[in-house]
Each structure stands twice: as structure tokens, then as C-alpha cells.
């Protein structure tokens, strides 16, 4: 029988950080399940566009991403051989689970082996380009792909293609980033090889300059080499023997969501990246015969769209540490909304709200149920980057780890729905939280 005349009993759209919870949840919980991503490989940012680390995993004293998104860190961490540096137990725990570097390849394997070991169903090389929907309910989604174009009938819809665009199509609401329409500056992330790794790891001890290389940063501005609209370099993180990842080179003022915008921003991040590698090579011992490896496949995108859904997540949400009776998730990752003009580039720590934010170790926030269903639809639940909240809140919980937490609770939550074959909106929260807690998620 063909994938497209199957009747699923979830169809996840989008192969990221919250498709893999999503779709492993689901199918674990014996749902029958589609997984349909536009490239050929899963992993989402962290493959698709080389982002070089996960944000941390815990609350600065315990893990508090476990279920779904522990296991894929471990398996990743164990083929790929990671080993901390760190040997101090206290300051281990953080190392272990916290800025864990990402071996995009290793990681590719994990998650094909997670999702199939599941029972899921996966379609590569197809995107979902529209629905069909009536009476709230999206009935069928329509793929395209190099067969043409396909309709799948669906009973309940994750969508986690992180500009919610199942809810777009099926004529949900959401925002879109700041007042003035502006979304948070993209990067094309990129690999550079060839590195003397003792002089590197050396050149960390004696200087105690951070993954930010901001004391490489200073000597260079004062020199007049360093002519990027950065505070710092975002992230650079040792990927193996010889390789680090970069997150560095914003690119301000560009909508995702329009391809003119995104070629523009492809285009300028190449051309930027030689004058980056000659400041690394001249700043940074260790560096000074470094290769540029790869980049991509495709430019970062921090921000788009943000549905409107059941309940809001705002910022006072984020300081009150407010709890909710249908709480699906936590996390503790500080606001870090990264410019969107030049002009917004903040270059003080006073002024940094992604240090100014931070919350006391052991601390974390609730993530509600509501703020994963989208107003007005009935069969549609969001999981990752685009969950309903301000832009503040968004700046925390966008980051990986949390996006395997709600994509992990969307999938858990639509398995029940199928099983019981009720709605989203009459899941038994109690029940939904318990088969969360059982399976590993950290519910505080
Ligand atoms: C430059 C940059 C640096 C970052 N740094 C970090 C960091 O250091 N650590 C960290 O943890 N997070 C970081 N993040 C944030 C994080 O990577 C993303 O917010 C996160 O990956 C979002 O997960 P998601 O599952 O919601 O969406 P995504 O990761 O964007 O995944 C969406 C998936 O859906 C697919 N898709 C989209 N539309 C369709 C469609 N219509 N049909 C089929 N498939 C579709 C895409 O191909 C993609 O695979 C960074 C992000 C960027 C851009």
C-alpha cells in the first residue's frame, strides 16, 4: 500500500528537535504515525543549519529535559565519543548535559534509528504544502515532492515545521516578531578543521576565555579587526579532534519566511565568512591554520511566527515562575532574543537580557498544555519554536532541549486522543501528565 492512501492516526510535519519528540512519542504510546520532512535527514537546525550546540539540559544543578530528549543527548553523546574536559563532580553534571557540542552526523543516525525503532513511519524529500479543512478540523494534508503532489488524510496533526505553517494554511492566527514585523537576525552556521588542538585547549586554560571568545573579541576590536555588528562570537564549540562548530555572522533585517530575504541572507553569510576565519586564524592560537569545512546546508532561522493558542506565555509568566495545573514541560534557559537591526546590538552586559534574565540554580519555569493548541483548531497541536507566547518567552523556550520536551508532550498527548478517539481539547490532563512523568519527562 502506497504512504499516501494509509489512514495515520498522527501525522507529524516537520523532522526537528519537537518532530523527533513528537513522532517517537506518539508511536511509543501506539499511535499510528507519519513523519513527513522536507529534507532528507532529521534533526531540524541542529542538522540542517549546523547550529554547533544544545543549550543546556539543566536547571543548573539537576536535568531537567529528560524523556525523549535525554535519550537522543545520550545516544548522541556515546557515538560520538564526547568526553568533558571536566573532572570536578559538581561542575560535571553542567558539562555532561549543558552546551553539549553537536555531531551532526552522529546525530543524522540517532534520530533515523530512534524514529524507526518506534514504529513511525518516515517520508523524506516532502513538505506539506497545503490542507484541507472544514469545520475547524483539518481533514487532509496535501505533500508535494518529486512525484507530484499527494493528499493524506489525517485524524490529529503536529505541526512542527517551526513557522507553524499547518496552522497558517488551515487559517490559524499567530504573531509574527516585533511591532515593527521584525524577527531575530539569522546565522549561517559553519565547521572549520584543522586545528591544533593543544594549543586551543591550552590557549581556554591560560587565557579563561569563554565559548563567546570575547577576550579574543576585545584584543581585536582595539586592533581594529573586528568589524562585525557583534557583541561577541554567539558560539563556538569543539566538535571533535581538530573541528569546532561556529555560530558567528549575523544577518539582520531579513523575513524566513520570504525566499528573496533568505537567498539575500544565504549570500552575504558566504561572503562574510573569509573576513571571520581571518580574525579566528590572527586572534585565536590554535586557529591559525584553520579550514573552513562546511556550512549549513541552510542559514539558521531563530524567529518567525508564534501561533495564537488557548493560553499566552508572556514574560511576567517567565519572572513570576508562574505554575499551571496543565503543565507539560519545564525549562530555565534565559530570555535570548538576539537583535534584528544592527541598532539593536547591545554591547554591555548590564544591558544583555540573556544575562540580566537568568534565573537562580535549581530554578525553572512551566510550560501549560494550552500554549500547544492553536485557537479555533480542533485536530491541530503545535510542538518547538513556534508555541503561543510573546517574543521574550519565545527567546527562552525556541532553544532545542525545550523543543524536544513539547514536541514529546504533543505526540504523547494526540496517542491519546487516538486511543481514545477523543479531541485535544478533552484529553484527562492528570492522565496526560502521568504518562509524561512515566516516560521520563520532568514535570518539577
Ligand atoms: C543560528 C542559530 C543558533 C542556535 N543556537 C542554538 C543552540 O546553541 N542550542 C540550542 O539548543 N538551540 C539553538 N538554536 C535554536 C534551535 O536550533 C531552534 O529553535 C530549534 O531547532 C527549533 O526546533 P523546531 O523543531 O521547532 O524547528 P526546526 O529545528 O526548525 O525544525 C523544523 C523542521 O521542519 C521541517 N519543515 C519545515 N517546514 C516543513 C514543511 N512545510 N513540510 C515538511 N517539513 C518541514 C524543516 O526542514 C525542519 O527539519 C539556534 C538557532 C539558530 C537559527
Request: glycine share 8%; proline share 4%.
Amino acid at each position: 500500500m502506497s504512504i499516501y492512501s494509509e489512514l495515520y492516526d498522527v501525522l507529524v510535519a516537520g523532522g526537528g528537535p519537537s518532530g523527533v519528540g513528537a513522532a517517537v512519542a506518539a508511536a511509543r504510546n501506539g499511535a499510528k504515525v507519519l513523519l513527513i520532512e522536507k529534507y532528507g535527514f532529521l534533526g531540524g537546525m541542529a542538522t540542517a543549519a549546523s547550529v554547533p550546540a544544545f543549550c543546556p539540559y539543566t536547571d543548573g544543578e539537576k536535568v531537567i529535559i529528560k524523556g525523549i530528549g535525554l535519550e537522543v543527548l545520550e545516544a548522541m553523546k556515546k557515538e560520538s565519543k564526547f568526553d568533558s574536559p571536566v573532572k570536578d563532580k559538581k561542575e560535571l553534571i553542567k558539562r555532561m548535559y549543558d552546551w553539549v557540542p553537536i555531531d551532526a552526523e552522529v546525530l543524522k543516525r540517532v534520530l533515523d534509528n530512534m524514529v524507526i525503532d518506534s514504529g513511525c513511519k518516515v517520508i523524506f524529500h516532502t513538505s506539506v504544502s497545503d490542507v484541507i479543512y472544514e469545520n475547524d478540523t483539518v481533514k487532509a494534508i496535501m505533500v508535494e515532492n518529486k512525484e507530484g503532489k499527494n493528499i493524506i488524510d489525517c485524524k490529529t496533526i503536529i505541526d512542527c515545521t517551526g513557522d507553524a505553517d499547518i496552522v497558517v494554511k488551515a487559517g490559524g492566527q499567530y504573531e509574527y516578531g516585533d511591532e515593527n514585523d521584525l524577527v531575530q537576525a539569522v546565522t549561517l552556521c559553519y565547521r572549520i578543521s584543522n586545528i591544533n588542538m593543544e594549543a586551543l585547549v591550552r590557549y581556554f586554560k591560560e587565557s579563561g576565555d569563554t565559548g563567546n571568545l570575547t577576550k579574543a573579541v576585545e584584543r581585536a576590536r582595539k586592533n581594529g579587526d573586528f568589524n562585525f555588528n557583534e557583541k561577541h562570537v554567539a558560539g563556538f564549540s569543539i566538535q571533535n579532534e581538530g573541528v569546532a562548530g561556529l555560530n558567528f555572522g549575523h544577518v539582520y533585517e531579513i523575513n524566513p519566511l520570504k525566499a528573496e530575504d533568505l537567498t539575500r541572507a544565504e549570500i552575504e553569510s558566504r561572503r562574510n565568512i573569509p573576513a571571520m576565519l581571518d580574525f579566528l586564524r590572527k586572534y585565536v592560537p590554535g586557529l591559525e591554520n584553520a579550514v573552513l569545512t562546511s556550512s549549513g546546508p541552510m542559514v539558521g532561522i531563530r524567529e518567525t511566527r508564534r501561533i495564537i493558542g488557548e493560553y499566552r506565555l508572556t514574560v511576567k509568566d517567565y519572572f513570576n515562575r508562574t505554575e499551571y495545573e496543565d503543565t507539560i514541560a519545564r525549562y530555565a534557559y534565559p530570555i535570548d532574543v538576539h537583535a534584528s537591526t544592527p541598532r539593536d546590538v547591545v554591547f554591555h552586559d548590564k544591558d544583555d537580557e540573556y544575562i540580566t534574565s537568568k534565573y537562580k540554580p535549581g530554578e525553572s519555569y512551566s510550560i501549560p498544555y494550552r500554549a500547544l493548541l492553536p485557537k479555533g483548531l480542533k485536530n491541530v497541536i503545535v510542538a518547538g519554536r513556534p508555541l503561543s507566547a510573546d517574543r521574550a518567552m519565545h527567546g527562552s523556550f525556541r532553544v532545542m532541549p525545550a523543543c524536544f520536551a513539547t514536541g514529546q508532550a504533543a505526540g504523547t498527548a494526540a496517542a491519546i486522543c487516538s486511543t481514545e478517539n477523543i479531541e485535544l481539547r478533552q484529553i484527562n490532563i492528570g492522565k496526560l501528565q502521568k504518562l509524561l512523568k512515566e516516560q521520563g519527562a520532568f514535570l518539577g
